[in-house]
């Protein structure tokens, strides 16, 4: 019997030393989303094989949902892009890249997971979750999107697969939503209408994503106006929204590099992703979280 004991007495320590590890690797994570959408500088022009060895690298723990990947969870990285006239042979990437790398560094405990959706040349009235009622058809004309569908309820769908698979992958883990980034705007300058619209739309879609998120708090930062027409009109509707609606921040961006034209470049990309994950931060630290 006391060898018994005494064999017990040496394993015990070892037993407890194991299953407290496998208690913390087992240990519910919380996953953090981020929504990502808008139009091409959302998709980015950023030219992958151009980034520095630190930003190639991925993450176990930095995820990425999005079209570009054939709606399949990936890690973090660009996606497959050959485009001759910004220069782009392999791969690329949009503000996302940054902005989930330095999620990470603030949050290294947790999952980051980030939503994108993105569909190049498109209004705002697109995302319209109203986009039912009588005129919305006569607006998508006035931006010349008649071809274009509804994409409200396509970022939900998005953000609740997205989360599904995180899940799967991360078996117990708490979700959170914690802010949305909206790049959008170059094409609502196709029309006065629209871009004296721009403020009214911009509060709507906030208010309607945290309503369906369960988010009424959720941080809401958008990029700022890159258009060619009515650029005082739309920036003067955004500065508005972001002064007097809680919790959201307008991302500078006329000083943003670009290719010849309206896109951002490598640099620019990653400078927009930069300001965004700064923004971010500086509301939450407001919030005390």
């Known amino acids: 019997m006391k060898s018994i004991a005494l064999f017990f007495t040496f394993i015990a320590p070892f037993a407890l ?10 240990q519910a994570k919380t996953i953090k989303v ?10 980015g022009a950023g030219n992958g094989d151009q980034l520095p060895a630190d930003l190639k690298k991925t993450d176990k723990e930095v995820l990425l949902f999005s079209k570009g990947h054939k709606n399949e969870l990936t890690l973090l990285a660009p996606y497959n892009r050959v485009e001759e006239k910004f220069h782009i042979e392999h791969t690329a990437f949009g503000p996302e890249l940054v902005f989930g790398k330095e999620m990470k560094k ?20 697109a995302w319209d979750k109203n986009w039912k009622r009588a005129d919305w058809k006569s607006d998508m004309k006035l931006a010349k999107n008649e071809k274009k569908e509804p994409y409200y309820g396509l970022v939900l769908s998005m953000a609740k697969e997205g989360v599904a698979q995180a899940k799967a992958k991360f078996p117990g883990a708490r979700v959170e939503y914690c802010g949305m980034l909206w790049v959008q705007s170059e094409r609502d300058d196709t029309d006065v209408k629209l871009a004296k619209d721009y403020e009214k739309n911009l ?26 027409l009515y ?51 500086e509301i939450i630290k407001k919030e005390g979280k």
Do not use: W
């Open 17 to 26: 030393c194991s299953a407290i590890k496998a208690r913390q690797a087992t």
């Open 34 to 43: 981020f929504l990502l959408a808008g139009q091409s500088n959302c998709g």
């Open 106 to 125: 603030a949050f290294p405990n947790d999952v980051v997971l980030i939503v994108k959706q993105s569909t190049g040349g498109t209004s705002i009235v």
């Open 203 to 228: 509060r709507a879609l906030i208010q309607n994503y945290r309503t369906d998120l369960g988010a009424p708090d959720l941080p809401f930062l958008f990029a700022g106006s890159n258009v060619r």
């Open 231 to 281: 650029a005082d009109i739309i920036m003067n509707g955004m500065k508005k929204v972001a002064q007097e609606v809680p919790n959201t921040a307008l991302i500078l961006v006329n000083d943003l590099p670009k290719h010849e034209g309206i896109h951002y470049n490598t640099e620019g990309q990653m400078k927009l992703g930069k300001r965004f994950a700064d923004a971010y931060l």
